[in-house]
């Protein structure tokens, strides 16, 4: 495991707790099933007449998993993160689970997998992005899905905020984390082969409020019905130029 990896799995592991209750937040989880179910919505049927084999690299408190479960999938999951925090937290709470301790800037696999789905992953990571884009696309199989939700830049000024925000919160890790814009992130998933099925821009508004609670909580609040009028209104901008240019985040979902 490389210095900046190893800082980022001790800084993980003290910020744990921190992390999961910011995702349990409701305010974050109406956020998260309405950004979702587009991307659910996407996918195609036949993931929903087979058992589909799932792998979550950093995978955090399983977010990829119960995404897709939303989607009624018959899912064989498996998952791993370099926070031993969080693999024995998730281990405590459902051992029936198949997760593990593992370095995505390491991982190969010998089986290959229907989907894999990534979210917030890579910018943890970033000197080694590209490289582990690469060796988990060789993990998918051909047709297989790889879907992944990453911090983004389309401007400047995007940059230059989350810049100050990753300095100024503790729950971030300036040295070792940083985002991508939009054509790197893209770059990464166009080296490894994949072909790109959905993009989506939903890092408005909405985002900045609600997704990430512990990043701005003076802000986060409202009720989710607050959450929904936001998501409503600025929704027409995700999928087209504006939103790309000023989004703080893109998800997307590539095939092999």
Known sequence: MSA???RQREHFNSIAKQYLKGKED????????LIWERVISSLPEELRDMKVSVLEPMCGYTEGLKVLNRANL???YSGFDYSEEIVNHLKSISPELNVFHGDITKFKADA???????????H???NFAKEAVRNLADCLRSGGFFINFEPTHGNPLNKFVREYIYKKNEIFDHDTERD??????????????LKNQFKFYPGLLAYILYYNPYAFP????GSEKTVERIFSIESAFYENFIGRALS?????VWKK
């Open 4 to 6: 900046s990896v190893e």
């Open 26 to 33: 409701p305010r974050f989880l109406k956020l998260q099933s």
């Open 74 to 76: 018959d899912i064989e």
């Open 112 to 122: 290959q997998y229907d989907v894999i789905i990534l979210i917030g992953g890579l």
């Open 124 to 126: 943890h990571v970033p």
């Open 180 to 193: 991508f814009s939009v054509k790197e992130l893209e770059f990464f998933f166009e080296e490894a082969g």
């Open 218 to 221: 003076r802000l986060n609040k």
């Open 248 to 252: 703080f985040c893109t998800l997307t």
